[in-house]
């Protein structure tokens, strides 16, 4: 394991050394990939040169337990130094699992309204909210793309951006379908209505992941439109654009500016098409396999929350916790770090049975 550690070291040099080139310089992309690369080498390698420290205090605190003298507090730091070591091996052995490109990466969020009519646009909205204050707390910020309003208030569909480093490892757990047992606002009698909404989450591509031919897009401008189709501007703001080899399609009327429209749903775009892609290859060599924690599939029940009785159950992790107000709110960690320990656990398991 210190090998590897060592291997990316150098590596870290080497890339140092490469973006100082006059070559590299002048190509834009290729600084930007190597910017990347070094980038995620800079976490595990903070931890590597906290380890090295440790271990050499180690040592020396070994040589000076044989002294009279000073054997006692050797001994002493001895045992503390023993536990700071195996708890970064622990650390350094959860950094070399396989880890996903794209964990750095801002991402597009995409809620859609299921079954259950205006109750599930209702809840939509709910879940847009949520995600915009779990993201406020991790000092993310939140860009509209598109949304898509209902006259109660709820949203049929939203897209939105979640901008800020290290966005896509904490959200990509959200991909999947949540599920809502609530007493609607339209209903009378105080039944329970189960409705759903589907969420996915795509890590926002630059233009140094995908490179789209100005050729393969057809861009409409037109006027935004709010409740019923109405418009709501007076000069044609919103945008379509669509790609023309996929037949994939993104709209986006949020801002003001058609320049800032275009560019909102070029993100969107370069991210879904990175996403299409990426599923392709992966379905190419593996149909089954998971990608994120649970099957991956979007179409799967993730998560429910039932107002009634205050809890919310993540399906994945057998989990339930009874606070369903300050989850709504926007306090995700929880699940997103058992998520996450779940995942880790998984690659571990897999790891040592490759190995064995």
Known sequence: MIDKFLLMKN????????????EILADAPAYQQLLKERAALEEPLAVFARYEDVHRRLLDAREMASDPEMGDIAREEMAELLQAEEALLREMQLLLLPRDPHDDNSVVMEIR????????????????????????RCGFRVEPVSTAPTELGGV????????????Y??????????RVQRVPVTESNGKIQTSTCTVAVLPQAEEVDL????????????????????CVNTTDSAVRITHLPTGVVVTCQDQKSQLKNRDKAMQVLRSRLLDKMRSEKDAAYAENRRQQVGTGDRSERIRSYNFREGRVTDHRLSMTLYRIDDIVDGDLQEFIDALRQKEQAELLLAQSQHNG
């Open 211 to 230: 490179r789209i031919d100005p050729k393969d897009l057809r861009v409409d401008v037109y006027r935004s439109t709010g409740h019923g189709g109405q």
């Open 11 to 22: 590596r870290y040099e080497e890339l140092s050394e490469a973006i100082v080139q006059p």
């Open 113 to 136: 309204a299921g079954a259950g009519g205006e109750e599930a646009c209702l809840f939509g909205a709910v879940l847009l909210r949520m995600y915009s204050r779990y993201a406020e």
């Open 169 to 178: 490892a904490r959200m990509k757990y959200e991909s999947g379908v949540h």
């Open 156 to 167: 049929k569909e939203a897209v939105f951006s979640i901008v800020g480093k290290g966005a």
